[in-house]
């Protein structure tokens, strides 16, 4: 049996039936969650390259699918990679069933997984490139929606998505054809630069996170934070195939300092863009993009550490962030839309959703606790000896998320017109509460999970020898 | 004749260019598009130079179901898109005609300048599509709709595939780009039937 195809069909079905019951979302959401959910643990636990009985059956699982003359190959970091993959997907849409997304959500987050799955199995690895613009093109349908018509934030998405593909393959063609090496420095200058653009529309790296500010106006939140989500995790698999594939690239010590250069721009960026925003989607956008510049700092420290603290945020922050959306499409429902405006004197009426969205906000910055403390201590620690702006950075970036927690606090909880709580609860809270409470016990016990993550980065050979 | 044809670069050329001019000139969706499916002809026609054949009616057939898919998407809002007053709708057409031809010379000289210096790469197929790169990024400046500047975007990608399919002339990537312009002309057509009406009808500017 070929895994690869066994799973992009399988992807396909439940594609198929969360799209045959869009009319009934709780249906499709749960479905959909499930059948990612178990495709993942499927990528995960399935023997490969070798037979076993299965009862009266001899069966082996191949991971190589041929197609055109391109493979897609199931290797292990990409068996890493994608399980988290659909993790990540299976948990985005259980938590979307009380979220009031597009009907087509479901089905075509779906398709999106499969699609990001398949440029992560590609080979040559160049190729994945054009399947991240189809995944742009999917991620568009899911973002603009007849009653969000986010039409300028398609465009953009599109368009920026469009440059990096370009980029990509240009810079992979140098790199792979041409053959990069300190003898032609004009390619190679040329080749990093084509990179960087690359890379900075995949992780969103300001100013090519243009489309996001505007999809946090239009579009849905929670549809937002779900593509953020999927597009950066996917942008550091990329970074890290890229740096395992190119030696080039891997040993230039102007790539960390690079990373660490863009990382800390990122974090202040990320934080001063926090502070004055009057909508919450857009905090949570910036948010996800002051994370991505802790990541970045991560991987500038050029060794195996860096690179597990990587995989270790891209993954712990996932809980934390989740809980915050979720809240916040909550608040939305209920008091009409995200600004400053509409939230003054929310808590009152709606205790629980403030509690939650606020605790999902605190957790997202990294207080102790969190999934995402440890990982961010070990790098004050490193840097506290190697590098004082980065350890300022982080520091700032507490105080600044801290600020911000404290000033949607006051916000939240300022006097209004009719005061009252509103009694009774609704799925959310107990959703809300198993995700919080996913988010201590990782924060608590960071050894139950993180290490399977940081695992991840073991199957790439060329990158820890 | 394939022979014949794929040796006559000057046509296409010309062809590409004076199709650019209509896509960034006109105001009727419907004879954009036809500029479109023009610019499309003579994109597989110039291809037939370094491609074989086969690839070249891939490419061709592509296009022409790009259009038709954004001609789809596009009947209802015809009568809209042409409204304004005749004063406005010169200018704006002589605004960007010059704006098109500045880009052109600016291609020109960034062929000129042997920026990009592919061996082996016909002297009119490197133009093409430096020119056709650039026209597009022009369209996607200065447009506001969606269907305009997913033009924009296909006609972008249409330069940089005819370097790229150059570079690397495999089945895979063709058929992996031909999956991205039916999936951009989809979604363009997505966006576009989301504009409301009414600001088609108030919107006097593409």
């Not at chain 1, 479901?106 to 080979?123: D, E, G, H, Q």
């Not at chain 1, 003898?183 to 996001?212: C, D």
């Not at chain 1, 403390?373 to 300022?392: C, E, I, K, N, Y």
């Not at chain 1, 909880?413 to 509103?422: T, W, Y």
Request: glycine share 8%.
């Amino acid at each position: 049996m070929n895994v690869p195809l066994m799973m992009m069909a399988i992807t396909l079905l439940v594609a198929l039936t969360a799209f045959l019951f869009r009319k009934r979302a709780h249906v499709s959401a749960w479905m959909a969650a499930g059948g990612t959910f178990l495709l993942g643990l499927l990528v995960l636990v399935v023997p490969l390259e070798e037979a076993f009985d299965l009862a009266i059956l001899q069966v082996r699982f191949d991971n190589e699918f041929v197609l055109l003359g391109r493979s897609l190959l199931l290797d292990e970091p990409a068996r890493g990679f994608i399980g988290f993959l659909f993790l990540l997907a299976g948990v985005l849409l259980a938590s979307s069933t009380y979220s009031k997304t597009n009907r087509f959500f479901s089905p075509l987050i779906v398709l999106l997984s499969a699609i990001l799955a398949a440029a992560m199995m590609m080979k040559p690895f160049l190729y994945a490139a054009i399947l991240m613009e189809l995944a742009a093109i999917v991620a568009v349908l899911v973002l603009a929606a007849p009653e969000y018509p986010a039409r300028r934030a398609g465009m953009r998405l599109l368009f920026v998505y469009t440059l990096a593909m370009m980029a990509i393959l240009l810079a992979g063609w140098l790199l792979g054809v041409v053959g990069v090496t300190g003898a032609t420095p004009e390619i190679a200058r040329w080749t990093a630069a084509l990179l960087a653009l690359g890379f900075a529309v995949l992780m969103a790296i300001p100013p090519f996170h243009y489309w996001l500010s505007v999809a946090a106006d239009e579009s849905h939140p929670y549809v937002v934070v779900t593509l953020l989500l999927f597009m950066q995790t996917v942008g550091v698999f990329f970074l890290l195939r890229f740096l395992d594939t190119y030696e080039w690239f891997r040993i230039q010590s102007s790539t960390y300092d690079a990373m660490r250069f863009i990382g800390i721009g990122m974090g202040w960026f990320g934080a001063f863009m926090m502070l004055g925003q009057v909508r919450m989607t857009r905090v949570l956008a910036y948010a996800l993009i002051m994370d991505m510049g802790v990541v970045l700092m991560a991987a500038s420290m050029a060794d195996q550490q860096g690179l597990e603290l990587m995989m270790q945020f891209t993954a712990a922050r996932v809980p934390a962030v989740v809980l915050w959306a979720m809240n916040l499409t909550s608040f939305i429902r209920v008091v009409g839309d995200d600004t400053h405006a509409k939230l003054t004197g929310a808590a009152h009426r709606h205790r629980w959703r403030s509690l939650f969205l606020l605790l999902g906000m605190v957790l997202a910055f990294g207080v102790p606790f969190s999934p995402v403390f440890p990982g961010r201590w070990v790098m004050v620690q490193h840097f506290a000896s190697t590098d004082l702006l980065v350890l300022a950075t982080m520091f700032a970036m507490w105080i600044i998320s801290g600020s911000v927690v404290l000033r949607w606090y006051r916000i939240l909880h300022a006097e209004s017109a009719g005061n009252q709580a509103l009694v009774g609860r609704e799925a959310e809270f107990y959703l809300s509460c198993i995700l919080l409470g996913t988010t201590f016990l990782v924060g608590m016990f960071p050894q139950l999970v993180l290490p399977w993550m940081e695992g991840i980065v073991q199957g790439l050979s060329n990158l820890i020898p | 004749m394939i022979d014949t044809l794929a040796s006559t670069l000057v046509i296409p050329t010309v062809g590409i260019a004076i199709a650019g001019s209509f896509l960034l000139a006109t105001r009727r969706r419907v004879i954009a598009i036809a500029a479109l499916a023009g610019q499309y002809v003579f994109v597989a026609w110039m291809s037939l130079s370094f491609l074989p054949v086969s690839f070249g009616m891939v490419r061709l057939l592509t296009g022409l179901l790009t259009s038709g898919m954004l001609y789809q998407s596009t009947l209802v809002r015809e009568q809209s898109a042409t409204s304004g007053a005749l004063l406005e709708r010169l200018t704006g057409k002589a605004f960007r005609l010059i704006a098109y031809g500045i880009v052109l010379v600016a291609a020109y000289g960034v062929f000129s300048s042997r920026w990009f210096n592919i061996p082996g790469m016909e002297d009119l197929v490197l133009l093409s599509a430096i020119g056709l790169a650039s026209s597009g990024l022009l369209q996607i400046g200065i447009s506001r709709e969606s269907l305009p500047i997913g033009m924009g975007l296909i006609t972008l990608l249409c330069g940089f595939e005819m370097l790229y399919t150059f570079l690397e002339p495999s089945r895979a990537m063709i058929a992996l780009q031909a999956a991205v312009h039916l999936a951009l002309a989809l979604v363009i057509s997505y966006l576009d039937s989301l504009l409301p009406t009414s600001s088609v009808e108030g919107d006097k500017t593409r």
